[in-house]
């Protein structure tokens, strides 16, 4: 078992070195422009999300609206050392990641004794303290936004820091501690009697969920310049809970495909930008009544299989 | 004396949220689910009032009627649409489709009606009643009373009617109350219905109170209901009213002593604290969980 992870994360590697290769070799060469490689660089961190979110919603079945806060929480902090501090780049990515992770940590302890619906629902208050908070600190130029963090982000630290989250998120639900963690998904009550502490995996994939979201909002305010903290508010929360829940709660590829497709599509359709959150609304409702339809079921069936482990339960 | 004043205008929003917290709890109660768009129905709510009065230039009387019937309509679609194939079937499922539900409703409102707010017709008498050093407006006044008559048709309607009675009994235990004879689907569709009209009354009101829609009035104003009807105790109707009025009192003091930045932020501190410290709710019972 052991040994056919090792393998399966060796040709992750490789493939992420391949993908970088090629993708830098069309960057340089002009194939890829200026905008598509923004539109790139966007997609990385879209991915980093997403994948951190699918830890705490698809694999621990734990449903928080309040990532955009942790992602607040690292941009801020990165772009903060940066400019006061003069701190080197990635020290401060460092930081801003461990400053969100530990609010998730404290903010974890209290509420994961919650679940379902109020866990959604003071997830969401605190998402909207922290913005609140930023708002009205002197430090962070409240609404009016942050200037002056250095355009440090490049393609190559996206790149490779969204494959550090991948790597340690499919590290952690491949391990005794993911099958832990997806068993309080499938019953707390169960889990527990089987030994599992329940409160420690909650919190541990909580916070780590939280840690991978500063670090992308470390990798997001050295690439807008302006940051503002109406950027973080409910919608984002809501935007990469979507792409979770597009690509599949509890499915890596799923979440990667799916944060890449909502990111590519708005910015290759202008127009479309008006219906985004129509499309998006539509795409949570539709997701979720084809996944118990009848309809939904058999489709499914058809579909190839993209991944053997999880085997459809039906009801 | 200002104090007193500021008090008696957060009793005034409070019992507003009251209304709208009421909404939740219903459904709570009985569906056993957070309808996440109660707070968009709402808004949808003051749209239609406000098109009936300023496009089609009906009475105010009907067209809050006609308000509080499309609401009404809309929240049973909602549920046997949205919710009802998805009942019994996980609780994280219909709350992401509460959470579309409530995106749809907002957009389409967006796209029909822009981002730019509209001016909401001056239907209530303006000017106030000065005692002393108080001085309370009509608005105010009005919409306690209406609120308070509101609250009261319904608690008797629940608990002496048979109709009433059989939401407690569905509120109680689904699978005992159909065999009871009671058809569980029409309860809980009577629920959103009765749910979505009361947040029709709450979308006119609130259109007096602030003279000016968008379709974003919705999401904070269905975030703070829920927070009044999680204060409360979800499920319970007194609860919910009380729950209402105290966070109307507590945003209306934060905004006049502390600063208006803040209200919003202690709304949520009051859910986070009654969350961790009694996470049923004032009126709420403790429901031990069974294996």
Redesign the interface.
């Known amino acids: 078992m052991k040994k056919k992870l090792v393998r399966k994360l060796v040709m992750q590697l490789v493939a992420f070195v391949v993908i970088f290769i090629v993708l830098t070799l069309l960057m340089n060469t002009g194939v890829i422009n200026t905008f598509w490689a923004g539109i790139l660089l966007l997609c990385g961190i879209n991915v980093t999300l997403a994948v951190s979110l699918n830890l705490a919603t698809g694999y621990l079945?734990q449903?928080t609206?309040g990532h955009a806060g942790f992602m607040a929480v690292g941009a801020y902090v990165s772009a903060l050392c940066s400019i006061y501090l003069n701190l080197p780049f990635a020290l401060t990515l460092i930081l801003g990641a461990l400053s969100a992770g530990l609010v998730g940590l404290l903010i974890g302890i209290?509420?994961l004794?919650?679940k379902?619906?109020?866990l959604?629902?003071?997830t969401?208050?605190?998402n909207?303290?922290i913005r609140?908070?930023i708002?009205?600190l002197k430090i962070t130029n409240g609404a009016k936004g942050l200037i002056g963090t250095p355009n440090d982000t490049t393609f190559a630290w996206v790149f490779w820091l969204m494959a550090l989250t991948i790597f340690v998120v499919y590290s952690i639900v491949n391990s005794r501690h993911g099958r832990a963690i997806i068993a309080i998904r499938e019953d707390d009550?169960a889990s527990e009697l089987s030994g599992i502490n329940n409160v420690y995996y909650k919190i541990l994939a909580f916070a780590i969920s939280a840690l991978f979201a500063g670090l992308a909002g470390g990798l997001y305010s050295h690439y807008i310049g302006v940051l503002v903290p109406k950027y973080f508010d409910?919608n984002k929360s809501?935007e990469i809970?979507v792409m979770v829940?597009l690509g599949g709660?509890g499915n890596l590829p799923g979440s990667i495909i799916a944060a890449l497709v909502l990111t590519i599509l708005p910015s290759l359709l202008m127009s479309f930008s008006?219906?985004r959150?129509?499309v998006?609304?539509?795409?949570?409702?539709a997701?979720?009544?084809l996944?118990?339809?009848d309809a939904g079921i058999a489709l499914r069936a058809k579909l190839p299989k993209f991944h053997r482990k999880n085997k459809e339960v039906t009801? | 004396m200002d104090f007193i004043n500021q008090v008696i205008n957060g009793l005034s929003t409070g019992s507003m949220y009251a209304l709208v917290a009421i909404g939740y709890t219903m459904v709570y109660g009985i569906g056993k689910?957070?309808n996440f768009a109660h707070g968009e129905i709402i808004m949808v709510s003051a749209y239609v009032a406000l098109i009936c009065m300023s496009t089609y230039h009906l009475p105010v009387v009907v067209s809050v009627l006609i308000s509080i019937a499309v609401t009404a309509l809309l929240g049973v679609v909602t549920e046997k649409v949205?919710y009802k194939?998805?009942r019994g079937?996980g609780?994280?499922?219909?709350?992401?489709?509460a959470?579309?539900?409530?995106?749809?409703l907002?957009?389409?409102f967006?796209?029909a009606f822009t981002s730019s707010g509209r001016t909401f017709p001056q239907i209530m008498p303006s000017g106030s009643i000065k005692a002393g050093g108080l001085s309370i407006s009509y608005i105010t006044i009005i919409t306690l009373v209406i609120s308070f008559i509101c609250t009261g048709i319904l608690l008797f309607f629940i608990n002496k009617t048979k109709l009433g009675k059989a939401m407690l009994a569905v509120s109680e235990d689904q699978g005992a109350a159909s065999l009871m004879g009671i058809n569980v689907n029409n309860t809980i569709s009577l629920a959103f219905a009765i749910g979505s009209g009361l947040g029709a009354v709450a979308g006119t009101i609130y259109g007096c109170k602030f003279s000016l829609i968008n379709p974003y009035i919705g999401?904070m104003l269905g975030?703070k209901a829920?927070?009044a009807a999680?204060l409360g105790g979800i499920g319970s109707i007194p609860g919910a009213m009380v729950g209402g009025l105290m966070i109307g009192v507590a945003e209306s003091l934060t905004i006049a002593y502390i600063?208006s930045?803040?209200s919003?932020?202690v709304v949520?501190?009051i859910?986070?604290l009654i969350?961790?410290i009694k996470?049923a709710g004032l009126f709420g019972k403790n429901v031990r969980?069974k294996?």
Do not use: W
């Open positions: 079945g449903l609206l209290p509420i004794r919650l379902g619906d109020y959604c629902i003071i969401l208050a605190f909207e303290i609140v908070i708002v009205n009550t409910y809501v809970l829940v709660m008006q219906y959150m129509l998006y609304a539509i795409v949570l409702i997701a979720m009544l996944k118990h339809s009801e | 689910m957070i949205a194939p998805l079937k609780s994280l499922e219909v709350l992401i489709t959470i579309g539900v409530s995106y749809l907002q957009n389409i967006l796209l999401q975030i829920f927070i999680v600063s930045d803040f919003d932020a949520f501190g859910l986070i969350l961790i996470p969980e294996v």
